[in-house]
């Protein structure tokens, strides 16, 4: 594990970015104090795709409507 300051990361971002990338995680501190990790990325940790994702129970219930969505939010705005 590497530990850089928030200085060194300012000065060099994208280096460290990719350090981190090459499966190597570093810490930031301020004054000393760790206030951030960079880790490298796994498509693990970010879950379903939302179009794979199956709706709440109760939704599947309401009416589909055809078209587009910021359409509807003005009108249900303006309704109020």
């Known amino acids: 594990m590497t ?3 928030i200085r060194e990361l300012h000065m060099k971002t994208g280096d460290w970015v990719r350090k981190a990338s090459r499966n190597s995680e570093i810490v930031v501190t301020d ?3 760790p206030v951030a990790r960079i880790v490298p990325f796994s498509e693990g940790e970010m879950g379903r795709s ?15 409507r055809n ?3 910021g359409r509807f939010i003005s009108e249900d705005r303006d309704r109020a």
């Open 3 to 5: 530990t850089i300051t």
């Open 50 to 64: 939302f179009s794979n994702r199956s709706l709440v129970k109760g939704f599947d219930s309401l009416a589909r």
């Open 67 to 69: 078209g587009e969505s």
């Open 31 to 33: 004054r000393k104090v």
